[in-house]
């Protein structure tokens, strides 16, 4: 009797054993969540959440890259922003929780200014970025945190002295082989192609001043479109972008797809990283040069402050990434609105011959006292910053001063961990950064570079060139390459033609616009007459953008 007792306990107490196991598991995270939303309102609060009907929180992730593969991602931010945060005063910031990892949405300047800026060391790249680019860009000054980037930064910086960067023969040797691309008079011609193609072999200029500047390569794609090179720079980039994107997925894009490609540009890069260090060496013992070199490349600059070769590669390939992409849509938007803008090609052709005639070379202190160049890289850069997107990772508990509270106003707590998403397109294009219109101040939709002489942006509504500790080394590089680039265009070519419908030639989607009211928020009323845009890394065109130059 005893014993049959016993079994049927026993048999009842297993049957009971997983449900208190799975009780023992509810309990424990509902004791984790309530620590974590207590240790949220004790830094802030919550901004307001993106809702879904998918499980998980996946409607936001679903959601977000079915907008980067449809090129809609300012419709998705402006969208997103109206729907969730419509009667705030201060709409900007969202968040989402994905599978359980929060998510901070934002393009509050205040928020930007904090991450990138008051706040710089509570938030960084993070690991899971270091990790997920390390294969490309190494521990490079772009894929380090806290005192390893410290370091490189301050390895870098003298390079991009002023007297670095104003011998601009490496500019002039490229510019003689873009002109003749141009046509003589009149033909039509991609310019997108010209500086940076999405379809190989394709010339690339801007690929082309990198490799010079960074290596003293001659690649000269320009002559040579075969070149394999640049082949693989554009394949190991596109395919490595497609496998970033496609998380949780990315087995689906495995390494092996992109690896060979780096190693053929590493291939490329070391014996001439080899052979510098030779050089340097054998100066350093009073040995003259075997073989004259050009005065300055950032390969020399960078083996001056170490030789290490790992450093020297991470550094070097990341300076060819962010030398090309960067400036070549800059250079291609530049165009495009100058195509739709003849007023401001007579304007700065007058003031180019009036300062340098058409057909001397300009000088640095040229190129700084033209102020219609500054205006006119500047008032693209303000409609097409060149990365759309940024994000940060927390690196402790903290706060970010709005997106909390019933008007946006108030402070959100973020905890370590936490991702965060700065839309930086939809920050410049925010009609809080702007004036009324006036005669003073056009349409902000527009492209309008006089708007420069007499404005002057918002703190942190326009940041083409990051802020904060991190702000762009290269800045002043890649503004002197535009102007140079520019100048010479219009010292040989006395107008440009757009030859392309105004939308560009791929059709846009017809889903609908949110807006606050009854009339077109600022981001609607650009797009309205632009062509698609690609939020891949940098912003691209998704079409060719057509144009012919006439003398």
Known sequence: ????????????????????????????????HVRRETKIREYGGHAPRFGGWLPFGLSFLVQFRSSVSADDCLKFCNN???RICKARKNPYTIEATVAGQRIIFTADPENIKAILATQFWDFEKGEKFRNDWVDMLGHSIFNSDGQAWHDARARLRPVFSRERISDLECFERHVQNLLPLFGTDGQTVNVKDLFLSRALPLVRFTLDASADFTLGANLETLKRPDNEFAACFERSRHIKIQRERSVPFKFLVPKSRYRPYIDYIESFMDPIIMETMDQLEAE???????????D?????????????????????LTALFAGRDNTAMALTWTLYELARHPDVVEDLRRIIETTIGFNRQPTYDDLKGMKILSNMVSETLRLYPGVPFNT????????????GGKDGNDPIGVLAGTNIIMANHTLQLSPDAYPPVSDAFPPADEWCPQRWDTWFPKSWSYIPFHGGPRFCLGQQLALVEMSYVLVRIFQHYSRVELRMDESGIVEKHDSEWLRKGSEPELAERFMKDRPRMVAEIMLYPRGEIRLAFLK
């Open 80 to 82: 997103t922003f109206v």
């Open 284 to 294: 350093g013992r009073g040995e003259k040069p075997n073989k004259k070199q050009r």
């Open 1 to 32: 009797m005893l014993s049959d007792l016993t079994a049927a306990f026993s048999a009842t107490l297993w049957s009971w054993f997983p449900i208190a196991i799975v009780g023992l598991l509810l309990a424990r995270m509902a004791a984790r």
């Open 296 to 316: 300055f490349t950032l390969l020399h600059a960078c083996a001056e402050v170490s030789r290490e070769p790992r450093f020297l590669r991470d550094e070097l």
């Open 392 to 403: 940060r990772a927390c690196a402790k508990d903290t706060s970010l001063p709005c997106g």
